[in-house]
């Protein structure tokens, strides 16, 4: 979260100012989510992120629950019957560049038939299968990337065109961990999902971009409240929507638009994400594994080549102030997940420890 939200939000938190700065004797959490205070809450939020991301019109914009191992769920409760495939049973394609993705494909097997057109697992996902190479199945109704993968830090630089590549799937994209970091060429969307937590705001909020025309072919088995027509139709708000996360989203929304929106966030991005990847490449003693142009801007997995110095590491960058460097349990070694919020100044910190802790221990 940025600094500058968390302070703006702690200021108001009991008593609520509106855009002319009247308060209005209440927090946030404590309004109805009917009353007029809320909804120029919602609508504003609505608005600035459809600015921000250059959403087109024939979009919703749905703000959900349940995060994105739910949408694995939603997803093809939605959209799998777009098309019947032979056996009618609606069908999706999966391509698996890691863990998140492949969750995502195992989930959709409960709901619809699936299949794998490429998987980076072969090789420990650290690159991205060429998209000539994809198996597309001409029945699937759509097809589903992991377009930054937290855990791996494989991220795709461009979308795929599943036209030119002579699919007619709609192409689902979980961009749960780089939303906001960079534009979306939604030409090529059908749908985008992902919890708020990395970019946007706090847990508790998920975020569903599609396409008006996917509405309305939710399987019978769908529930209510997780049938995005439904959700559209109530804009958001057939059950109450996790009013003080949209807040909080929206309070980061306007703090995007005063960095320059989505452009200067990709920049800033860029040059963060440069120079940490120089660091480590340039070194002896750390290296990353990811091919070079499928390398996450967000996260950033890294290993010491000597691992027996793994604890001594995490320690001195605690002490550093350098926290949450250890890597995810399932592929061990350390991750700097350098999000929007995360400054340059922070990326340098964590370069200059880098540099130190190899002079001590390279
Ligand atoms: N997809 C991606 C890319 C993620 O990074 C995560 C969470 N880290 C998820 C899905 C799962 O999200 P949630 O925990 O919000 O269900």
Not at 76 to 87: Q, R, V
Request: include cysteine; charge should be negative.
């Amino acid at each position: 979260m940025p600094q500058e939200v968390l302070t703006q939000a702690a200021a108001d938190m009991l008593d609520w100012p509106d855009a002319y700065g009247k308060r209005c004797g209440m927090g946030v959490m404590e309004m109805s989510h009917r009353g007029k205070e809320f909804l120029s809450i919602y609508t504003q939020a609505e608005a600035d992120l459809r600015e921000l991301l250059a959403v087109p019109a024939n979009y919703r914009i749905l703000f959900m629950q349940g995060g994105g191992l739910a949408e694995n769920a939603i997803v093809p409760m939605n959209l799998s019957a777009l098309k019947k495939d032979a056996t009618g049973r609606g069908a999706a394609d999966f391509v698996v560049t890691g863990s998140w993705s492949e969750k995502s494909f195992v989930e959709a097997e409960k709901f619809c038939q699936t299949r794998l057109a490429a998987s980076g697992k072969a090789d420990g996902f650290i690159s991205i299968p060429d998209a000539a190479s994809w198996q597309l199945n001409t029945d699937a109704s759509y097809l589903h990337l992991c377009t930054n993968e937290t855990i791996n830090g494989v991220e795709f630089h461009s979308l795929p065109d599943l036209k030119a590549l002579g699919s007619r799937a709609e192409l689902v994209i979980d961009f749960s961990s780089h939303i906001a970091s960079r534009p979306v060429d939604w030409s090529r969307v059908g749908l985008g999902f992902g919890g708020a937590q990395k970019n946007l705001g706090p847990a508790g909020l998920t975020l569903v971009v599609v396409r008006e025309d996917l509405l309305g072919h939710a399987l019978d088995i769908c529930p209510s409240a997780f049938n995005y027509q439904t959700v559209a139709k109530n804009e958001s708000m057939y059950n109450t929507p996790p009013t003080y996360a949209i807040y909080m989203a929206g309070l980061t929304f306007q703090w995007l638009k005063r960095q320059g929106g989505i452009a200067a966030m990709e920049a800033a991005n860029a040059t963060k994400a440069e120079l940490l990847y120089r660091t480590i490449d340039a070194s002896s003693l750390y290296f990353n594994k990811v091919h070079k142009d499928c390398r996450s801007r967000m996260n950033v997995p890294f290993f010491l080549r000597d691992e027996s110095h793994n604890e001594a590491f995490l320690s001195g960058a605690k002490e550093a102030g350098l926290l949450q460097l250890k890597g995810h349990k399932s592929v061990g070694g350390m991750r700097a997940s350098i999000y929007n919020a995360m400054p340059l100044a922070g990326v340098q910190a964590l370069c200059a420890y880098l540099q130190e802790f190899e002079r001590t221990h390279g």
